[in-house]
C-alpha cells in the first residue's frame, strides 16, 4: 500500500519556523521527484518547492525562496521541508506529492502530473 504521512505542521508567529516531514511507504522512493504543495480555501492548490531524484537539485518558487528549502533523505524514504520566516501569507495545508521520474526536465508544476499524495498538514501563522 502506497502512502505519504506529513508531520510537522503546526501554528507559529509571524518570523518563526516550521519543519515539515513527509516519510513514503509502498513505492522505490528513490526513483520518485517529490513535491511540496500547498493549499488554501478556495484557491488551487499550487507546487511551491520540488526535489528531484538522487543529486537531481531542487527549485522553489520565488514566494518561498531563500525562506524554505527542500531536501529529502532516499535513506529514510522521507522529505523535509524547512520554513524560515514564516509569514502569515503562508498559511495553508501542506501537501507532499511524489511522481515517478520519467526522464528529461519535465514541467512537473500541476497536482495532475503526480501520482501519489499525502494528506496534508496545516501551517498557520498568525501573532
Known amino acids: 500500500e502506497v502512502q505519504l504521512v506529513e508531520s510537522g505542521g503546526g501554528l507559529v508567529q509571524p518570523g518563526e519556523s516550521l519543519r515539515l516531514s513527509c516519510v513514503a511507504s509502498g513505492f522505490r522512493f528513490s526513483n520518485y521527484v517529490m513535491s511540496w504543495f500547498r493549499q488554501t480555501p478556495g484557491k488551487e492548490r499550487e507546487m511551491f518547492a520540488i526535489?528531484?531524484?538522487?543529486?537531481?537539485?531542487?527549485e522553489y518558487d520565488d514566494s518561498v525562496k531563500d525562506r524554505f528549502t527542500v531536501s529529502r533523505d532516499d535513506a529514510l524514504n522521507a522529505v523535509f521541508l524547512q520554513m524560515n520566516s514564516l509569514k502569515p501569507e503562508d498559511t495553508a495545508m501542506y501537501y507532499c506529492?511524489?511522481?515517478?521520474?520519467?526522464?528529461?526536465?519535465?514541467?512537473?508544476?500541476?497536482?495532475?502530473?503526480?501520482?501519489?499524495w499525502g494528506q496534508g498538514t496545516q501551517v498557520s501563522v498568525s501573532s
Open positions: 506529492a511524489a511522481v515517478e521520474y520519467g526522464g528529461g526536465c519535465p514541467a512537473l508544476e500541476q497536482p495532475y502530473d503526480y501520482d501519489y
Open positions: 526535489a528531484m531524484i538522487g543529486n537531481g537539485g531542487t
